[in-house]
C-alpha cells in the first residue's frame, strides 16, 4: 500500500517541532537544570506567555500573517526561545536573582515556543490532512526519546542541548515550509468568518477539568500532560493507525478523548497506586489526543476557508488558562478549611459536571459544520480523502506548468478542483464577480473547454486512481 509516499519529506516536520517540545520539557515541564531560590513554577508563567501572546498573535493576524513570509518572525522565536535558556541556566547558578531571571525566561519562552508553533503550523497547511495529523503526531513522539537522551547528558552538554535544540527546530520549521507545495501556502487575506468557538470551548472545559486534578496527577506516578509515557502511548498509536489501518474514520477518533477523560476522571480512580497511576495517564493521553484532534479540525477550517491558520491556533491557545485557572482553583480549595473528603468531593462534582457539557459539546457536533464550514467530522475516511486531495493537487501542478497558468488562474483552478462555489472563491480571494468570470473563462479558453462540467472530467482520473489505491 502507498497511501502515504515519501515518507523522508516528514523529517523537517518531526524535528521543527520535536526539538521545541524536547525543548520545553527540559527547560520548563520538567526541568533538568533547576534553582531551588525560584520562589513560584516558572512553568505557570510560561503558560501565561504561551496563551497571552497567541491571542495577541490571533488578533494581529491579518497584518502579521504569514509569519513565514515575514523577516522577523523566525529571528525573534529563536532569540526569544535562547533569551529563555539564557535566563533559567543563569537563574540556577545565582540564587540571589534567580526570581527576576525565572520570571524573564519563562515569558521569553512561551513567546518563542508559541512562535515556532504558529510557524510550523504554516508549514503544515500545504499538506493533505493525513499528512498534517500523522507529521504532527510524529513531532510529538520525536520529543520522547530526544528529552530522555538529553536528561542522560552530564550539565555542560545538557546545557548546549538546550541552545542548539532551538536552533535546530527553527531551521527545521524554515526548511520545512520552503520545500512544501508553494501552491498551498497561506494566503494574506482571507475572508470573515465566525470563529468555531465550539471547539475552543470544548478544550477549554478539558482544560479545566485537567487542572483541577494537575497537582494529584503529578503527584501520583508522575503523570501529566507532558508525560512522556503518555504522549508515546497516543503519538505512537496514532502513527501507526495512519499508516496501517484500512479506513481511518475521523468521527471514531474525534470521540475517543472523551471515552479516555471519562474513564480517568470517572471510572478508573480507585483505592490504592495503581488505580490513581492509571487515571493519570488515561487523563493525560486524553488531553494529547484532543489537542491533536482540535488542531486537525482547525487546519481543516484553514483549508476549506481559506483563514490563516495563525488565526485560528492563536484564539486556541487561550485553552491554556483554563488549566491554569482549574490548577489555582483546586490549590485554593486546599487551603480551605473544609475536610479533605470535603474537598475530594467538591473536585469529584466539578470534574463531572464539566465532563458533562464537554459530551453535550461533543454531541451537537453537526453545528461544526452547518454555522463554521468544519465538514472534516463526515469524512468516511481521512486516509482516502487525503489521498485524492495530493493526486488532484498533482493534477493541478501538471494543468497549470502544460497550460502556463498565471498565479491567479492557478489560484482559481485550484478552489474549482475542490467544488469552491464561485461565491466562496470570491470572498476568500477578496474579488468582484466580473473578475473571477474573467479569469474562469481565461482558464477555460487556455484548457479547451467550456463548462464546470468539462473542467471537473480533468480531475475524474485522479479521484479514480484515489479510490483505487
Known sequence: MKRIDHLEQMIPYMFALGCARTWLTLLFAEPAIASAAIPFNPHVFFDYSYALVGIAVA??????????????????????????????????????????????????????????????????????????????????????????????????????????????????????????????????????????????????????????????????????????LSTALVTGGLMIVCLCAGKLPISALYRSPLLLMVCGFLLIPMEGILGNVASGYLISMGMTLTGLLLGLLLFDLSKRMGIAIIALMGVEKAAYLFRIWGNDFASLLDTSPLPMQTQDTVLMVAVIMLVLVGTFILLSEKELASRWGIRLLDTGDLAEESRRTELVAARCDEIARRYRLSPREDEILRLLARGTSNQAIERELVIASGTLKAHIQHIYAKLDVHSKKELAALFEDAGEEGEGR
Not at 543563569?90 to 513567546?111: H, K, N, Q, V, Y
Not at 552530564?154 to 515550509?177: G, H, K, N, T
Open 59 to 228: 488578533l494581529a493576524a491579518r497584518r502579521i500573517a504569514p509569519l513565514q513570509e515575514s523577516r522577523w518572525a523566525k529571528p525573534l522565536a529563536l532569540a526569544l526561545c535562547l533569551i529563555a535558556s539564557t535566563c533559567m541556566l543563569a537563574a540556577a547558578r545565582l540564587p540571589e536573582t534567580a526570581a527576576p531571571l525565572s520570571l524573564c525566561g519563562a515569558i521569553a519562552g512561551g513567546a518563542g515556543f508559541l512562535l515556532i508553533v504558529l510557524l510550523n503550523a504554516e508549514a503544515l497547511v500545504p499538506l493533505s490532512l493525513l499528512r498534517i495529523l500523522l507529521y504532527w503526531a510524529s513531532s510529538q513522539f520525536i520529543a520522547v526519546p530526544l528529552a530522555y537522551f538529553c536528561q542522560g547528558l552530564d550539565q555542560q552538554r545538557l546545557e548546549l542541548a538546550l541552545f542548539l535544540l532551538p536552533m535546530i527546530a527553527v531551521w527545521c520549521v524554515s526548511f520545512a515550509y520552503k520545500t512544501a507545495p508553494a501552491s498551498g501556502r497561506p494566503n494574506r487575506t482571507w475572508p470573515r468568518y465566525t470563529f468555531p468557538w465550539k471547539l475552543v470551548a470544548l478544550y477549554a472545559i478539558y482544560m479545566f477539568a485537567y487542572g483541577l486534578r494537575e497537582q494529584h496527577l503529578m503527584a501520583v506516578g508522575g503523570a501529566g500532560m507532558h508525560s512522556s
